[in-house]
């Protein structure tokens, strides 16, 4: 009932700029009825999806901003203003908010988020369709000029790695461990990120589906630079624990699962 409430809430607090709302209400729905059937079987929701596949998008505005989102895939709930309701406070902690790094952009709502609050944004999204939908939401909000976007992934070292993607769970695509997937261009943080000062870099937040500890081994002499009371949310295991402890980046909190926010001190 909890979920469903949110939901209405959502509708209700969502405005429709482009696509129709008739059309969107029975799609968000439907979407997240999906949803539900995707925690018991991915199988059969991906022969629904396929059954109902629609060119359909639409153009939304809620608290958070505006998104392009699509029917039958994670874009509807991502952008919702309850995602990561918790983790999007986080962003609040550092006292000067001058530079954000989004590893791991996905369709822009820490970018959007973080575009309204920091003086500048470098985001990084590998995923060819779903960079396409990162650069006309941060379109659609004038912030082009705010953030800086990069079609590449952030590894230990240069060069093309498999991309695996999931069309419907974009959300848990990412770097390949099995040798297939779509080629896509990597790079190392430090190199990548020379544009910047990085001693005025004050939060990363990195979500990249289990390719963390190369992300931080690329970043050496970013950690190294980045002022104390800058911060970092991560995915937790307990390596990444160990790597950053050698940059100062000290526990603060968890949100119960898997996201973990560290601080320099």
């Known amino acids: 009932m909890k979920k469903f409430l949110s939901l209405c809430q959502e509708i209700k607090t969502s405005d429709v700029i482009k696509g129709g709302r008739v059309s969107f209400v029975f799609y968000f729905f439907l979407t997240h009825i999906l949803n539900l059937v995707w925690h018991f079987n991915q199988k059969l929701t991906r022969i629904i999806a396929a059954r109902l596949a629609t060119p359909k998008r639409f153009l939304i505005k809620n608290k958070t901003g505006y998104f392009w989102v699509s029917p039958f895939n994670d874009s509807m709930t991502v952008s919702a203003d309850y995602y990561d309701s918790q983790l999007v406070?986080?962003?609040?902690?550092?006292?000067?908010?001058?530079?954000?790094?989004?590893?791991?952009?996905?369709?822009?709502?820490?970018?959007?988020?973080?575009?309204r609050k920091y003086y500048k944004v470098v985001a990084f999204e590998p995923n060819p369709a779903i960079f396409s939908v990162l650069e006309n939401n941060i379109k659609a909000n004038n912030l082009e000029e705010k953030v800086n976007l990069h079609k590449v992934a952030l590894s230990d070292k240069p060069g093309t790695v498999l991309f695996t993607v999931d069309d419907i769970y974009s959300v848990a695509s990412g770097i390949s461990d099995d040798g297939t997937g779509l080629p896509v261009s990597c790079a190392l943080g430090d190199e990548i990120l020379k544009g910047v000062n990085f001693e005025e870099i004050d939060f990363i937040k990195i979500d990249v589906e289990g390719h963390d500890r190369e992300v931080l081994n690329g970043l050496n002499e970013v950690l190294t630079k980045m002022p104390m009371g800058s911060f970092i949310?991560?995915?937790?295991?307990?390596?990444?624990?160990?790597?950053?402890?050698?940059?100062?980046?000290?526990?603060?909190?968890?949100d119960g699962g898997l996201n973990h926010l560290f601080e320099k001190r």
Request: proline share 4%.
């Open 89 to 115: 406070n986080w962003l609040e902690k550092p006292p000067k908010k001058r530079i954000f790094v989004d590893i791991g952009a996905h369709i822009g709502r820490y970018s959007i988020l973080a575009g």
């Open 233 to 254: 949310m991560i995915e937790f295991d307990n390596e990444t624990a160990k790597t950053l402890k050698k940059y100062s980046f000290e526990f603060v909190k968890s």
